[in-house]
């Protein structure tokens, strides 16, 4: 029995399929490669040393992806698949509601037909907007302020509707604070199509020398040094969350929500000063006028994810900032392969 991972190909998708193909379980990945790189599957393959199967679909043709349902025996599916920027949501919000929304309920359906019912959704912090307080518990109040966060807010109001129709369905959804870092081994990690909008891919292409300078984006905010802050969590971490939903849904039905943070906060600056205390390579920046949108401090509250999923976030900044640098040196190393062949 495998398991169906959608957007299996992209930055968290990849570092699940590594997760649980090393914890044995057979993979099955569908990705319409819109945000990801062929490649991937071979670093996958290098890192694990395992087989699986791929399927570059686009998930809002039915019958193409109902090859994947009608071809292979599917017990659960980790549901990644979906476009996750927030400034292009803005610009293009039916884009947004149209992919991340039909994507999902012909997913759905699909599962309904095959009847597959154990469900792990990739959800994000972005769905609390500006918290009234922190730390957030998952009971925090929901306000998406983008597309983007509101088309998340949105599968997860139809994942509800979609338990309360067959209560036979096991659904996690995993709220995911903000992951950063790489796999160990430096062969997968963040790796944006174009110029990056999260700070971590920032960080490592001024490290790079790809970019002259970090722009931080305001410094007056009410925090320890006027910088946001924010719970970075290690990707690996998110992805050991995933196997760890997929267990608990294989054990009990229902619908779940859960925090994937560390509980910590750090800010831009804090971060900054991390980078170049693991990696030695000094990062060049300039305050600049805050970025509209940003909430000054955002962080998690991670006890219910650790009290029943047993799960709990284990590496620390420093190995987050160590894995990022040594995946933005493979890919400047793998680039001057290219060039020097
Ligand atoms: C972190 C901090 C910036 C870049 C985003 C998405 C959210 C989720 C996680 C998907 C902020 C500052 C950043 C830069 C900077 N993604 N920064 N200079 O905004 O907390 O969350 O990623 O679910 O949906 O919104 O993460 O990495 O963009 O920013 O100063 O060049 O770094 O102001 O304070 P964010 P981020």
Not at 76 to 90: D, P, Q
Request: hydrophobic share 35%.
């Amino acid at each position: 029995m495998a398991i169906l991972v959608t957007g299996g190909m992209g930055y968290i998708g990849s570092h699940t399929c590594v997760e649980l193909l090393n914890a044995g379980y057979e993979v099955v990945i569908v990705d319409n490669l819109s945000n990801s790189k062929i490649e991937v599957l071979q670093n996958i393959q290098d890192i694990t040393g395992k087989g699986f199967k791929f399927y570059k679909i686009n998930m809002l043709e039915k019958d193409s992806l109902e090859r994947v349902f009608h071809e292979n025996e599917i017990d659960a599916v980790i549901h990644f698949a979906g476009l996750k920027s927030v400034e292009e949501s803005v610009l293009h919000p039916l884009l947004y509601y149209k992919n991340n929304l039909m994507s999902t309920i012909t997913l759905c359906e699909l599962m309904q037909k095959y009847q597959i019912k154990n469900l792990v959704f990739s959800s994000s912090a972005t769905v609390y907007g500006i918290p009234e307080k922190v730390p957030i518990s998952e009971e925090s109040q929901l306000q998406a302020k983008s597309p983007y966060g509101r088309t998340k807010l949105m599968i997860e109001e139809i994942l509800e509707d979609v338990h309360q129709a067959d209560q036979q369905w096991s659904i996690s959804i995993l709220r995911y604070f903000n992951p950063i870092g790489a796999h160990e081994s430096g062969k997968i990690g963040e790796d944006p199509l174009g110029r990056p909008n999260n700070l971590m891919p920032t960080i490592t292409k001024v490290a790079a020398r790809k970019y002259n300078i970090l722009h931080v984006f305001g410094n007056n905010y009410p925090t320890i040094d006027g910088t946001c802050i924010r719970d970075y969590i290690h990707v690996t971490d998110i992805a050991n969350g995933h196997i760890k939903a997929l267990k608990k849904n294989k054990n009990s039905s229902g619908i779940h929500t859960y925090n994937l943070g560390t509980g910590k906060g750090y800010s831009v600056l804090e971060i900054i000063s991390s980078f170049e205390k693991v990696t030695g390579v000094h990062i060049p920046y300039q305050i600049i006028a805050p970025r509209s949108g940003d909430v000054a401090v955002c962080y998690a509250n991670p006890t219910k994810a650790e009290k029943e999923l047993g799960w709990k976030a284990r590496k620390e900044i420093d190995e987050m900032c160590m894995d990022s640098w040594r995946w933005e040196v493979n890919k400047m190393n793998d680039d001057l392969n290219k060039v020097n062949v």
